[in-house]
């Protein structure tokens, strides 16, 4: 499912940002994402970049707590760092894949 979408520039230069959610079969969570464009060829050099975080299915609960709190309080919008950072506070051993 998809669960954000940011597009920017125009033509050749158009970059963005899309992340994902989806139960796995084993039950954990896993949301990915990918960056694309020339902004991310200048930072990574290639026109993409894929990272991934699993959550283990025992922790899924904690973090949508603690997403609904951040979420309520919060003025900043949720990026993936901050939510490894979440996770990382929380205890939770999610599993960062970069690509």
Known sequence: MKIFEQNWGQGEDESGTT???EILPSGELLISGE???KSVELFK???TYEYHLIIPE???QKL??????VG????????FSRLQ???KNLGIKAESIDR
């Open 19 to 21: 992340i994902f959610a």
């Open 35 to 37: 960056d694309y464009g």
């Open 45 to 47: 050099g290639s026109d």
């Open 58 to 60: 025992q922790d899924h």
């Open 64 to 69: 949508m707590m603690e997403l609904l709190s």
């Open 72 to 79: 309520f309080n919060s003025k900043r919008l949720l990026s």
């Open 85 to 87: 950072r979440i996770c």
